[in-house]
């Protein structure tokens, strides 16, 4: 018996929930619903497997997985959904106001579009002091989350240009996190792509669109951010940092207090 969603969710909510129950390939298929959603979810089964590198057996795997009984029965699930439109505010001060309130429901979509196994898993790669994490991408959130990681846990690095003298001692046991957003870049899909066949952990942040770097991701962030407007994938970037916190536990928060007295200190030094 098919498993329809409440009245009070949809399809991509059950998708997101049930993203740690799916093999790795089926992800790949999950994550192109949710990028494109709900237009994705009624291509053909040849179609939506080609955009998402897989085989039409695991769409229709996919399918079953969430209580369906193949694919059309899938689509007939979708289309039974009620459309919801972002109602706008009656009253608009300023222009100022209208970004703010832009920004804030950018947060919010961002936060609610996120499946909690990427988020966990997320947590999970960059608190594990195991490994090394490696971060890489052309935009200023690639430094940020630098900054973050590395005031809480050691062997965090920020790749720099060119990328093959820190990435030389990558291992299958490491981590990469790339950011790649709208125009995506070829160099950042390519590092990624070099890093799966190592074995090791990519984490991607990107556009809701997804990069083609997601390909080659073990986790896939998207954000309501584009270059000229970032507060989302910053908002994103500060909560994952905090939960590395958390996961940490006390020897994170030392190190945090011992890198805030130092840089004190030096600040004192140079008055």
Do not use: W
């Not at 193949?70 to 209208?98: I, K, Y």
């Not at 030389?168 to 950011?179: H, I, M, S």
Request: charged fraction near 20%; aromatic fraction near 4%.
């Amino acid at each position: 018996m098919t498993e329809q969603p409440t009245t009070e969710e949809t399809l991509a909510d059950v998708i997101r929930q049930r993203l740690g129950e799916c093999s790795p390939a089926e992800r790949k298929v999950a994550r192109v619903l949710l990028a494109d959603y709900p237009s994705a979810g009624f291509e053909t089964v040849a179609r939506l497997a080609t955009r998402a590198g897989v085989s039409g057996p695991t769409v229709v795997r996919f399918a079953t997985r969430l209580g369906f009984q193949g694919f059309p029965d899938f689509q007939r699930g979708l289309r039974t959904e009620t459309s919801v439109v972002d109602r706008v505010p009656a009253n608009r001060q300023t222009p100022l106001l209208d970004a703010v309130n832009a920004a804030a429901k950018a947060m919010v979509r961002t936060v609610v579009g996120l499946p909690p196994y990427d988020v966990a898993e997320a947590v999970e790669l960059l608190a594990d002091r195991r490994r090394h994490v490696y971060v890489v991408g052309g935009s200023l959130l690639a430094g940020y989350l630098h900054q973050l990681l590395a005031t809480v846990r050691a062997g965090v690095h920020l790749v720099g240009t060119p990328p093959v003298t820190t990435l030389a001692d990558l291992t299958g046991r490491d981590v990469l996190v790339v950011f790649d957003l709208p125009p995506y870049e070829p160099a950042v899909t390519a590092l990624a792509r070099y890093a799966a066949r190592l074995h090791a952990k990519v984490v991607l942040f990107t556009a809701a669109g997804l990069s083609p770097a997601a390909a080659h991701a073990e986790v896939v962030l998207p954000s309501d951010a584009s270059p000229r407007a970032l507060t989302p994938a910053v908002a994103l970037l500060e909560a994952i940092a905090g939960g590395v916190l958390d996961r940490i536990g006390p020897e994170g928060a030392h190190r945090m207090e011992q890198t805030e007295a130092l840089a004190a200190d030096l600040d004192g030094g140079q008055a």
